[in-house]
T-cell receptor
Framework: EAGVAQSPRYKIIEKRQSVAFWCNPI?????LYWYQQILGQGPKLLIQ????????DSQLPKDRFSAERLKGVDSTLKIQPAKLEDSAVYLC????????????FGEGSRLTVL | SQKIEQNSEALNIQEGKTATLTCNYT??????LQWYRQDPGRGPVFLLL?????KEKRKERLKVTFDTTLKQSLFHITASQPADSATYLC???????????????FGQGTTLQVKP
């Protein structure tokens, strides 16, 4: 079974530039999560989708971050304009979505903002 | 607001010993608690889940306890090996009112270093 795919794995940009990350969850998984993980910290939930609807985006800095999940499958997370403090690993995870569910994570996209 | 605390200092132990990691939570009533392992440069990987009505759960050399009165979970690795060196994350959890998985909030993780 294929895992959660993310791209790009690494991205370096200047502040005020924009960047987009892509995630393809495990087939059949209804729930998709985007987490931000700053070095030395635990993953912080940015946004959660159930199918193609947003369940929770309370921690998403909406003035610069946006995310969408097309047709309830792939998802894109965009940052525009980027700030230095956005340097982090962006992790995508998916789960079946019903009841108690373990999360399956991708390898993450490491962003460095200069 | 919900708060999850794990030992922020790294835990260094000798190979063969038992490692014990702590996860405390406040302002939260989880029905489950999940533990994940994260290696450098990789995404977290699920290890174990324990339910609120379970006192203890075992899987090979891993043991997890869940005390809802103390609001604490302990994660034990017996006969530890250098390959167990990683960061371990806990995530107290409760499915949402619609029966969906809901969100998982993670602690900051504890880094375990097992020396040969």
């Amino acid at each position: 079974e294929a895992g959660v795919a993310q791209s790009p794995r690494y991205k370096i940009i200047e502040k005020r530039q924009s960047v987009a990350f892509w995630c393809n969850p495990i087939s059949g998984h209804a729930t998709l999560y985007w987490y931000q993980q700053i070095l030395g910290q635990g993953p912080k939930l940015l946004i959660q989708f159930q199918n193609n609807g947003v369940v929770d985006d309370s921690q998403l800095p909406k003035d610069r971050f946006s995310a969408e999940r097309l047709k309830g499958v792939d998802s894109t997370l965009k940052i525009q304009p980027a700030k230095l403090e956005d340097s982090a690993v962006y992790l995508c995870a998916s789960s079946l979505g019903r009841g108690v569910g373990e999360l399956f994570f991708g390898e993450g996209s490491r962003l460095t903002v200069l | 607001s919900q708060k999850i605390e794990q030992n922020s200092e790294a835990l260094n132990i000798q190979e063969g010993k038992t490692a014990t990691l702590t996860c405390n939570y406040t302002n939260y009533s989880p029905a489950y608690l999940q533990w994940y392992r994260q290696d450098p440069g990789r995404g977290p990987v699920f290890l174990l889940l324990i339910r609120e009505n379970e006192k203890e759960k075992r899987k090979e050399r891993l043991k997890v306890t869940f005390d809802t009165t103390l609001k604490q979970s302990l994660f034990h690795i017996t006969a530890s090996q250098p390959a167990d060196s990683a960061t371990y994350l806990c995530a107290p959890h409760r499915p949402d009112g619609s029966g969906n998985t809901g969100k998982l909030i993670f602690g900051q993780g504890t880094t375990l270093q097992v020396k040969p």
